[in-house]
C-alpha cells in the first residue's frame, strides 16, 4: 500500500498561480512586500522556486491582461528554462469599465462582443505558449430584481461559450469556474456547479467545471458536488483556497484541513489522481510571504491527498455493505489521524529533494536575493 501511495504522490502535480507572487490583499488595503516580482518574468521565476523545493509544482497559470506580454512564445521559452512551463490562461472580463453591467451576458451587443474578443484573444495566448486549459470565471449577474432579463442572460452566456468552445484547439478545453455570490448580490449568472454543468453539457467535451473550493455557501458538502462532476466525467480540475467566511482565498486547508481530506478522498476513489482534475491554486497572499505561502499550499495538498491514499478502501467497502456506521467512519477517520509528514519527507529524499520544504527554502537565500535586486520600478500586484 505504502508503493502505491508513494507512485501516486510521485505523480502528483499541483499548478501554482502567477497571482499569488505579486501585491495583493482585498478591496481594502494592498500591503505591498519587498522583493516581489515586477514582471511575468519575475513571477514566473519565483514560481520555479516553489517547484525546485518542492517538485510537484511544475507549471504556473497566467492571468491576462495581469501577464500580458509582447510575445508569449518568449515567456514560455523562459519558464522552459526555468524548469517550469506555463499552464492554464485565466481571462479577465471583471475589471474593465465596459463590464459594469457584465460582460458576456451584459445587454449591449458591442459590450459582448468585447467581452467575447478577450476570450479569443485568450486562446491564441493558449496557443503560443503551449497551454491546454483556458479558465472562465464571470462576474456576470444582477444587484436588483428587474435590472435584467434572467433567461436572456443565460442565452447570451450560452452564445459566447459556444463561440469559444468552437475556437478551442482538438487537445484544448476550458473550465467553467462558478461563485455563488460577489460582486453580483441578487443573481449571479453562474453561481453554482449545476448551471456550471448544465452549460459544459450543452457543449461537449472540452467544457468541463472547475470547482473553486471557497465559492460555496456555509455548510455546502463539496465532496458530494466533486463526486458528482467525477461521476459524470465533468470534474476538470480545482482552484484550491480556502476561507473562513466568504471567498478568502486564503492558504488552502488554512480553515478547515479536514474537508479538504474529505475532497481528496472522493478525488482518489473517483480515479481524479490519473491525470485528468487539475490542482491548482487560487490564492492572494495578503500578509503571509509569497513564495513560502505557495510552498506550504502545496505542502497542505500533499498531505491530505497522502491521508486520503491511506484509506483502506476494503475495510471502508466492507462496513459500508454490512450498514456498520461507526466502522466506516472509524476507516476514514484512522486516515485521516495519521501522521503522514515522514511519509512525504522519505519521498522528497528519494526524489532527490530536501525534506523539508520550507526549512530548504529560507536556506536558500533566495528571499534576501530578490529583496536586493528588485528595487524600483512598479512592483506587479493585484490587477496590475
Not at 40 to 46: A, G, H, I, V, Y
Not at 138 to 162: C, I, K, T, V, W
Not at 265 to 293: R, T, W, Y
Request: glycine share 8%.
Amino acid at each position: 500500500m505504502t508503493r502505491q501511495v508513494r507512485q501516486a504522490l510521485r505523480a502528483q502535480r499541483i499548478e501554482t498561480p502567477s497571482w499569488a507572487y505579486g501585491n495583493s490583499g482585498t478591496r481594502f488595503k494592498v500591503f505591498a512586500q519587498q522583493g516581489v516580482p515586477r514582471s511575468p518574468w519575475e513571477k514566473l521565476e519565483d514560481s520555479a522556486q516553489v517547484h525546485r523545493f518542492t517538485g510537484v509544482a511544475p507549471s504556473v497559470a497566467l492571468h491576462i491582461p495581469w501577464d500580458r506580454v509582447d510575445d508569449y512564445a518568449a515567456l514560455a521559452g523562459h519558464a522552459q528554462a526555468l524548469g517550469v512551463r506555463v499552464g492554464a490562461i485565466n481571462s479577465n472580463v471583471f475589471q474593465d469599465d465596459d463590464f459594469m453591467l457584465g460582460s458576456v451576458t451584459h445587454p449591449s451587443a458591442t459590450v459582448r462582443a468585447k467581452a467575447v474578443a478577450h476570450l479569443l484573444e485568450c486562446v491564441d495566448i493558449m496557443d503560443a505558449t503551449g497551454s491546454d486549459t483556458l479558465k472562465l470565471w464571470f462576474s456576470d449577474g444582477l444587484n436588483y430584481p428587474g435590472q435584467d432579463d434572467l433567461r436572456a442572460r443565460q442565452d447570451r452566456l450560452a452564445e459566447a461559450l459556444r463561440t469559444v468552445y468552437d475556437r478551442l484547439g482538438e487537445r484544448q478545453r476550458f473550465l467553467l469556474e462558478y461563485k455563488l455570490f460577489e460582486p453580483a448580490f441578487y443573481a449571479t449568472d453562474v453561481p453554482d456547479w449545476g448551471t456550471a454543468y448544465a452549460h459544459c453539457v450543452e457543449l461537449g467535451a472540452k467544457a468541463q467545471v472547475v470547482v473553486d473550493t471557497g465559492h460555496h455557501a456555509p455548510g455546502t458538502n463539496i465532496e458530494f458536488i466533486v463526486a458528482f462532476l467525477l461521476r459524470q466525467g465533468k470534474l476538470g480540475g480545482f482552484d484550491f483556497n480556502s476561507r473562513f467566511y466568504a471567498d478568502d482565498d486564503l492558504m488552502v486547508g488554512a480553515a478547515d484541513p479536514f474537508q479538504l481530506f474529505r475532497i481528496m478522498s472522493e478525488v482518489a476513489s473517483g480515479g481524479g489522481l490519473d491525470g485528468g482534475v487539475a490542482f491548482m491554486l487560487d490564492q492572494c497572499h495578503n500578509i503571509e510571504p509569497k513564495i513560502p505561502g505557495q510552498i506550504r499550499s502545496v505542502m497542505n495538498v500533499q498531505e491530505a491527498t497522502a491521508k486520503a491514499l491511506l484509506i483502506d478502501r476494503d475495510a471502508l467497502r466492507k462496513a459500508q455493505v454490512e450498514g456498520d456506521v461507526l466502522g466506516a467512519n472509524a476507516v476514514v477517520m484512522d486516515a485521516y489521524n495519521t501522521d503522514v509528514r515522514p511519509l512525504l519527507a522519505e519521498l522528497r529524499q528519494e526524489m532527490g529533494l530536501d525534506p523539508d520544504p520550507m526549512a530548504a527554502y529560507a536556506r536558500s537565500g533566495y528571499a534576501e536575493k530578490i529583496r536586493a535586486e528588485r528595487v524600483g520600478g512598479a512592483q506587479a500586484g493585484w490587477g496590475a
